[in-house]
Nanobody, 126 residues
Framework: QLQLVESGGGLVQVGDSLRLSCAAS????????MGWYRQAPGKEREFVAG??????????DYADSVKGRFTISRDNRKKMLYLQLNSLKSEDTGVYYC?????????????????WGQGTQVTVSS
């Protein structure tokens, strides 16, 4: 079983950057596809970015709202997942969650998520 802990959130201004981290504890971290979700005040949790398992060819996927600004990456040796957030907008405000999946599609990406972290708050002031 996998445990996930996010860190790196904070209060920033429009246009600033942040790097979120997710530390994983458990066996075979590289076998999981990983992703980031976020939940803004008054809204449902939404997909932000995903990355394939270690054998998935480095595939990534992004929500249209963050494409070109955010970058998801992983370090399987360190059991870490990252999300680089650049050119932040006020609408990026929310709690960001790290997630892991052992239910993978043909591209090695997640189609359901099995494990979730507790979240880290990102607040972008306008």
């Amino acid at each position: 079983q996998l445990q996930l802990v996010e860190s790196g959130g904070g209060l920033v201004q429009v246009g600033d950057s942040l790097r979120l981290s997710c530390a994983a504890s458990g066996r075979s971290f590289g076998d999981y596809a990983m992703g980031w979700y976020r939940q803004a005040p008054g809204k449902e949790r939404e997909f932000v970015a995903g990355i394939s398992w270690r054998g998935g060819g480095g595939n990534t996927d992004y929500a249209d709202s963050v494409k070109g600004r955010f970058t998801i990456s992983r370090d399987n040796r360190k059991k870490m997942l990252y999300l680089q957030l650049n050119s932040l907008k006020s609408e990026d405000t929310g709690v960001y969650y790290c997630a892991a999946s052992d239910h993978l599609d043909a591209s090695g990406m997640a189609y359901t998520y099995d494990y979730w972290g507790q979240g880290t708050q990102v607040t972008v002031s306008s």
